[in-house]
């Protein structure tokens, strides 16, 4: 930064809270630290498919408040205060360059950078246009889903819908919860019941974690 300053440049500054390696354009594999990959790992809070395989992008959104990871003082902190600790830190690192040489910064919001679930992966064999696949299978998300469900008075809408796709290259007809016309009407269409209360639940908490 001081370089770019005496220089009269301006810096933009990316600041990722997803790992490098197995999508496109990366060309390195630099993983989450480990300060949070293994008490993640230990307490199931990646994103997860229908498979239970996980996806190691990013953590799950229901990491947000659990108290697990390790702080500078010696006790633990929860997720979002991780991403606070550090924007706080950098924040008064470079207090004299924001504004001046700094005049960009981009925060990372998930899977690339971008506020989305990793349901489509190059690394599990996805491929463009396919659907991929919904990723709320981790413990966090399932309770989650289950406590929606039975505030909403139908704790049988707890679980995702069967019709959820189940080939990540798959196109939208050949899932019935995302088909413009179910193969039968016992299928979870997106447009009533279980499969448009879970659609909104799954758009609705990812943006809540956003904002």
């Known amino acids: 930064v001081d370089m770019a300053t005496k220089r009269s440049w301006e810096v933009q500054v990316v600041s990722s809270f997803h790992q490098c390696g197995g999508n496109v354009g990366d060309s390195v594999s630099i993983p989450l630290p480990s300060y949070v990959l293994e008490p ?7 994103y997860k498919d229908a498979e239970g395989k996980a996806s190691l992008d990013c953590l799950s959104l229901s990491a947000d408040n659990k108290n697990i990871f390790a702080s500078k003082t010696g006790g633990t902190r929860t997720a979002l205060t991780c991403y606070h ?5 950098f924040a008064g690192a470079f207090s004299d360059y924001l504004g001046t040489t700094i ?23 996805w491929d463009y246009p396919g659907t991929g696949l919904i990723m709320a299978h981790d413990d966090g998300m399932k309770a989650m889903l289950k406590q929606a469900a039975a505030k909403e008075g139908k704790a049988e809408w707890g679980e995702v819908p069967a019709g959820a796709p189940k080939n990540t290259c798959g196109g939208p007809d050949d899932a019935p919860l995302f088909a413009a016309k179910p193969a039968s009407p016992k299928d979870e269409a997106f447009r009533s019941g279980h499969g448009k209360f879970f659609l909104h639940w799954y758009r609705q908490t990812l943006l809540e974690h956003g904002e």
């Open 40 to 46: 993640a790992k230990k307490q199931n809070l990646f």
């Open 85 to 89: 600790d550090y924007m706080k830190a």
């Open 103 to 125: 005049i960009e910064i981009q925060v990372g919001m998930g899977p690339c950078g971008e506020l989305r679930y990793p349901s489509y992966q190059l690394s599990q064999g």
